[in-house]
């Protein structure tokens, strides 16, 4: 059974960082893409960060150059280190990914194209 479980969320100032998790269990991170969803009160969900399997990452152009998304294989655990925070960055943030892996059948940042998510982590920015 595909689990994800986020933690690492909280409350900060801005200019401040978080470091969020996302433990996976049911499959290995190693073998198909994950990313980093958010969702602020009234607005949709939307794409912050993801890696494929290879490694290789991608970034939405709001937290480009701020946010570093990574895994740990070993630990089977998905990371997302979030620096220069800014109050609009305040959102739940969830871990999503697509398992098992058949390829991309659409935009890197449509939750059509994930079939499992954790249950979000709550990160504030005053």
């Known amino acids: 059974q595909v689990q994800l479980v986020e933690s690492g969320g909280g409350s900060v100032q801005a200019g401040g960082s978080l470091r969020l998790s996302c433990a996976a269990s049911?499959?290995?991170?190693?073998?198909?893409?994950m990313a980093w969803f958010r969702q602020a009160p009234g607005k949709e969900r939307e794409g912050v960060a993801a890696?494929?399997?290879?490694?290789?990452?991608a970034y939405a152009g709001s937290v480009k150059g701020r946010f570093t998304v990574s895994k740990d294989n070993a630990k089977n655990t998905l990371y997302l280190q979030m620096d220069s925070l800014k109050p609009e960055d305040t959102a739940m943030y969830y871990c999503?990914?697509?398992?098992?892996?058949?390829?991309?059948?659409?935009?890197?940042?449509?939750?059509?194209?994930?079939?499992?998510w954790g249950q979000g982590t709550q990160v504030t920015v005053s």
């Open positions: 049911g499959y290995t991170v190693s073998s198909t893409r």
């Open positions: 999503a990914t697509k398992t098992p892996w058949c390829g991309s059948r659409g935009p890197l940042w449509d939750t059509r194209e994930y079939n499992y």
């Open positions: 890696i494929e399997r290879g490694g290789s990452t």
